[in-house]
């Protein structure tokens, strides 16, 4: 039997808006399997930001089960999940969404000094080093461009060592050469850091640096373009 | 040639204003509330405000027994002439001493003086203080208005209007019975162990109101603020004379002082308003500048940003002050008065004090808020129209890139060492420090808000400080004028009668021991002395009585001094005695302390300066020899040790000096010398039961009515009535004014969670638990608190003491309230605590999700 590192079973989200059901996720059975790299694609819309944000805990579903690293999401309560993304889950927002206040390599580190855990610093330069980050570890995000705030977010996604990284939109906010480089950077640390990835695009190109593309319509997989090698 | 017409897009504006007010109920109703507090709270301080002043100017005119602010010894013609002619006066009127009623049938000493008001005096000046009158004025030679008190001290019960009664009296050099016809009776506040007598009556006394024994002269003036300068010109123009003394009431003569402090608790009050409503629209317009950005993509200009948000001030500002002043009024007329009537405060003539409405009030309360809402409206709109469409839409609040970026070059500049980061200072720490420091940063990364937020919790907190600490001192205030602060104080009532077999002993030994026998007293303290001559030498005595004579007399020394020198019996004094610990009193109370061992063994005394201008230097050194009363050959000598003004220790004041001395002396000059007074101090203070048993003793014996008391239960009772609710209105104002202040930060504080919720959102996103993001908010709301508590104990403690000091003509110790303060603080705390709790909760419903997509900076 195969092993997932995630695994979701008829997840489904359905939410009101006004006198209308939007069903934003309508039955999904999504697994990915350890060290994995998926790209998620779809239309506006499609559902694709919302199983993420089931994925990384977020967002609770409407029916349907989540397993992240053999613990399912269902039942636990928020603290729990809380505490769940900062161990298990590092995350990589289109907004980098780094705590304005802290330095960067204080954002780097806070969930793991908010996990009252011993910061690995070897291990934190490295992918400081890794990211072309150490000269700028002390500068406030609003000191960085686009790029390195990026960079930034991907380290403190790496940094607590979390069994999964879910990427939305990285490169959203980029321009195309700002972000093939932070997508290309992200690979790299990503096989040279063996983690898993999950990522959200809009773009083609992006999608074929993937291991395997899954693309959602109407808060569906469609069945047959999910394959690439 | 292009010619620009006015686009007429008012009503659209309008419509959209309304629309955007609709939209947003729940930010337009605390923008409203904001306003209508705001003016609720202008209109109803100023109001009840207005309302306690008025109470307090009661008060004195209640312990002062008229509506008057300067009170003059004495009046000549010439004076009278200088007081008409000026413009600065209201109005004036004599109120002259015409006698005392020596004894009747019941009482041989009523102690009851005869007085005789002017038609302005009686009518005007003394009216506010009276609540009943019945009867009129004395017309007739015969005819007196009384007081039932009066009446009761000279033995007569149940008398009426149109009832007569027979008594001796004395004024001037008379001294005859007469029978007297009530022709009104009347109570209330001031001269009440008084008949008052007609100006017949008076005349026929041949006193002159020019004499300073006689002639009291009551001056209220129109203009309630004067100066010091103004104050000395006037008793520069009345050209007084030696004898003379003009003093101005207290309030009067610290009006500046009072308006000054006035208007500081007015400016902080007003910047308290200003700091709600700044704060509430600074927040409302920052948290729409999306939506703005939004019209002006769809191009609408900054003037028509400008006129719609102008537009959408109006209607909060409108509807806001139309509440407030309607909340406001509705306190101010029904509410209080219900409380007034509840503490039994009657609202009638002579003690009215109905709060009132005063347009000026009104037009200044509309004025304050509408600049407030004005001003803090003007910068929110700014920020609307100078932000591009793009930037507008990625505004945010809290976020201040520029300034961060600054801040971080400025920490790199000043060469300080980096936070963490650095492979030789990075440290591990704790999730507690982390979030700590998270708190911190969020206080000081925009210390501008930081600041507005903590001053407008800190001029709340510093207004009820400052009331907290005037009301406390205004409670303290005991108004204990006895001596040596006793809680009794009884004196001999002959010691007014004319002839000298008339003073007798009436608290003999007998008295004392019954008095010491009561378990409630715990220190009996008689003063004891002898009637004495001071015979005429050169060196003192002729020096003494020419200052005396030219201070006093109206009469040359020279016309009497050789009666002086040849019968002394006509000039007599008193030796009084006192105790250690009264002469410990005395010269803690001198400027210039008298040698205690010296004067315990009767070796030097002290002279009572009975307002005559010598310097304790002038006499001090000199001797001073007294003879008792009617036996010249038995004589004692004294080094005169110096000069005190404290009149507790005089008995029977002649021209001669009252010669103080320790009470052993007096006791060896004297074969028997009278007690004149005794303090009495009580086991427990205010204890009724024990002063209830003294009286009952002194009551019972053969001189059950020749002695009078008083008391400090006696004195709180009048203060306390005078005081009416003054007390409970200040409180009022107090709490509202603590309860806007907390408001205030709770709006803040709320509104900042709220402009937030991204950045918390991101936070909760990265591993942040609930419980961790709530530590966070508290330990800011408590640095918050902690900060606006150190602005209220430097800059609220100062302005406080400067207000209490410029009102302070009491004198009184500045002693902050430590209970109202320790409340407050807990209070705060409690508030700083539960608030971020509850604004996080509030947005924690909403979930992570929604907001995660925002940009943060």
Same mark, same amino acid.
């Given at each position: 039997?195969?092993s ?7 997840? $489904?989200?359905y939410?009101?808006?006004?006198d209308?059901?939007?069903r934003?996720?309508?039955?999904v %059975? ?32 409407t029916?349907?089960?989540?397993? !992240? ?18 161990? $298990? ?10 705590v304005?206040?802290?330095?960067v ?29 150490? =000269? ?37 906010n980029?321009?195309?050469?700002s ?9 790299? !640390? ?11 695009t ?20 469609? $069945?047959g373009?999910?394959?690439?090698a | 040639? !292009?010619?620009? *017409?006015k ?22 109703v ?14 109803? !301080? ?9 109470? #307090? ?15 003059m ?6 004076? *009278? ?6 413009p ?25 003086t ?10 005007e ?16 030679e015969? +005819? ?7 009446? +009761? ?9 149109g ?6 009296y ?33 005349e ?9 024994a006689?002639g ?41 002082q009072i ?22 629209m ?11 950005g ?9 003037r ?12 909060v ?19 209080v ?11 009638g003539?002579?003690?009215e ?9 009104? *037009? ?30 990625g505004?945010?609040?809290?976020a ?16 300080r ?7 030789d ?51 303290k205030?005991?108004y ?17 009668k004319?002839?000298?077999?008339e ?20 220190e ?48 007599g ?10 002469? +410990?009193?005395?010269?803690a ?17 002290l002279?009572y300066r ?11 050194g ?64 205010? %204890?009724?039961?024990?002063?209830a ?5 002194? %009551?019972?014996?053969?001189?059950? $009515?020749?002695y009078?008391? +008083?008391?400090?239960?006696e ?9 009416g ?18 408001m ?19 936070? =909760? ?8 993001v709530?530590?966070?908010?508290? *330990?800011?709301g408590?640095?918050?608190?902690g900060?606006a ?15 209490? #000091? ?12 430590a209970?109202?303060?320790?409340c407050?603080?807990?209070?705060s ?10 604004a ?16 943060v900076?």
């Open positions: 039997m195969e997932w590192i995630v695994e979701t079973r008829g997840l $489904k989200k939410y009101r808006l006004g209308h059901i939007v934003a996720l309508d039955g %059975d999504f697994t990915v399997r350890e060290q994995e790299f998926v790209a998620i694609i779809g239309r506006s819309g499609s559902g694709k930001s919302t199983l993420l944000h089931m994925v990384g805990g977020l967002d609770t579903p029916e349907g089960e989540v397993m !992240v690293a053999g613990r399912s999401l269902s039942g636990m309560t928020k603290e729990e999940l809380a505490i769940f993304r900062r161990r $298990k889950v590092g995350f990589i927002f289109q907004n980098y969404n780094l304005p206040d802290l330095n390599y204080e954002n780097v580190v806070l969930p793991i000094e908010l996990d009252g855990k011993r910061v690995d610093r070897e291990f934190t330069a490295e992918i400081l080093d890794v990211l072309k980050l150490t =000269e700028k570890r002390e500068a406030l995000p609003g000191m960085l461009s686009g790029g390195q705030q990026q960079r930034a977010a991907i380290a403190r996604a790496l940094a607590s060592k979390p069994a999964i990284i879910l990427a939305d939109e990285p490169t959203g980029l321009d195309t050469a972000g093939h480089d932070v997508l290309g950077l992200l690979k790299v !640390v990503a096989k040279q850091f063996q983690q898993t990835l999950v990522l959200i809009h773009d083609q190109d992006i999608a074929q640096m993937a291991d395997r593309i899954v693309c959602i319509e109407d808060g569906q997989i469609r $069945k373009r999910g394959l690439h | 040639m !292009v010619f620009m *017409l686009n007429n897009n008012t009503r659209v504006l309008t419509r959209m204003a309304g629309r955007s007010l609709k939209s947003g109920r729940r930010q337009s605390t923008m409203i509330l904001a306003v209508l507090l705001s003016a609720f709270m202008l209109f109803g !301080v100023f109001t009840v405000g207005m309302t306690y002043f008025k109470m #307090q100017r009661l008060q004195n005119i209640r312990l002062g027994g008229g509506e008057f602010d300067a009170i010894y004495g009046v000549t013609d010439e004076q *009278l002439r200088t007081c008409r002619e000026n600065d006066i209201l109005r004036f009127g004599v109120h002259a001493v015409s006698g005392y009623i020596d004894e009747t049938e019941y009482d041989n000493t009523p102690e009851v005869l007085m005789w008001a002017d038609e302005t005096c009686w009518n000046i003394m009216a506010p203080a009276r609540e009943r009158v019945e009867g009129h004025y004395p017309v007739e015969d +005819e007196v208005m009384v007081t039932e008190y009066a009446l +009761e001290k000279c033995g007569f019960h149940g008398l009426n209007v009832d007569t009664f027979t008594a001796v004395g004024a001037g050099a008379v001294k005859c019975e007469k029978t007297f016809r009530i022709s009104g009776i009347w109570e209330g506040f001031g001269e009440k162990s008084a008949f008052y007598v007609s100006e017949k009556f008076y026929q006394t041949g006193l002159d109101p020019a004499d300073v006689s009291r002269f009551l001056i209220d003036f129109r203009q309630k603020l004067i100066s010091q300068e103004e104050q000395d010109a006037f008793i520069a123009s009345m050209n007084l004379g030696k004898q003379q003394r003009l003093f101005f009431t207290v309030d009067f003569a610290f009006s500046v308006l000054t402090g006035i208007a500081g608790l007015a400016l902080v009050i007003c910047l308290c308003a200003y700091l709600l409503i700044y704060n509430i600074y927040l409302s317009v920052a948290g729409n500048i999306r939506y703005y939004l019209l002006q993509t769809i191009g609408m200009t900054g028509q940003i400008c006129g719609l948000i102008r537009r959408q001030m109006f209607l500002g409108g509807i806001g002050l139309a509440g407030g002043v309607l909340l406001g009024s509705g306190v101010s007329f029904l509410v008065p219900s409380v007034v009537k509840s503490l039994g405060i009657r609202m003539k002579g003690g004090i109905a709060v009132s409405f005063h347009p000026l009030i009104l *037009l200044l309360t509309l004025l304050l808020t509408g600049i407030t809402v004005y001003i803090a409206g003007r910068k929110p709109a700014k920020i609307a129209v100078t932000c591009s469409p793009m930037e507008a839409l505004y945010r609040p809290s201040d890139v520029r300034r961060r970026g600054r801040l971080g070059g400025s920490r790199r500049k000043a060469g060492q980096p936070r963490s980061g650095c492979k200072t990075v440290r591990d720490i704790s999730p507690s420090a982390r979030i700590w420091r998270m708190a911190k940063e969020q206080i000081t990364k925009d210390k501008r808000k930081a600041g507005i937020v903590m001053l407008s919790l800190a001029a709340g907190m510093s207004v009820f400080l400052c009331i907290a600490t005037l009301l406390t001192s205004q409670a205030r005991e204990n004028y006895n001596f040596r602060d006793f809680d009794m104080v009884v004196k001999n009532s002959t010691m007014r004319e002839e000298q077999e003073r007798v002993q009436i608290f003999d030994q007998t008295v004392l021991d019954r008095l010491d026998a009561i378990e409630g007293v715990a009996t303290a008689p003063l004891r002395y002898a009637e004495i001559t001071v015979p005429w030498e050169p060196e003192f005595a002729d020096m003494w009585m020419r200052e005396f004579y030219e201070t006093w007399m109206n009469i040359p020394y020279e016309d009497e001094v050789e009666e002086y020198k040849e019968f002394p019996e006509n000039f004094s008193s030796l009084v005695g006192i105790s250690k610990a009264d002469f +410990e009193a005395l010269n109370a001198s400027g210039e302390p008298v040698d205690e061992e010296e004067f315990l063994e009767g070796k030097t005394c002279l009975d307002g005559l201008e010598f310097k304790s230097s002038d006499v001090t000199k001797s001073v020899t007294c003879a008792a009363y009617g036996d010249r050959t038995h004589t004692q000598t004294f080094e005169i040790g110096g000069l005190v003004d404290v009149n507790d220790y005089t008995a029977l004041l002649g021209y001669p000096p009252t010669i103080i001395v320790s009470e052993d002396v007096v006791r060896e000059f004297a074969e028997e010398p009278i007690i004149y007074k005794i303090g009495i101090r009580y086991r427990e203070e205010y %204890d009724a039961k024990t002063e048993e003294i009286l009952s003793v002194l %009551d019972a014996g053969p001189h059950g $009515k020749d009078s008391y +008083e008391s400090r239960i004195m709180k009772k009048e203060v306390e009535k005078a005081q609710n003054m007390m409970e209105i200040g409180i009022g104002i107090a709490l509202i004014l603590a309860l806007i202040g907390m205030n930060y709770v709006n803040t504080f709320v509104g900042n969670i709220r402009s937030r919720r991204v950045e918390i959102a991101v936070l =909760e996103s990265i591993g942040m638990t609930g419980r961790q709530k530590k966070m908010l508290i *330990l800011e408590l640095l918050y608190a900060g508590w150190v602005i209220t104990g430097i800059a609220g403690t100062a302005a406080t003491y400067w207000i209490y #000091q410029s009102m302070n003509y009491t004198g009184a110790e500045f002693v902050i309230p209970v109202p303060l320790l407050a603080a807990v209070i705390v409690l508030i700083c605590i539960s608030v971020p709790a509850i996080y909760r509030e947005i924690e419903k909403k979930g992570i999700v929604e907001y995660i997509k925002m940009p900076c």
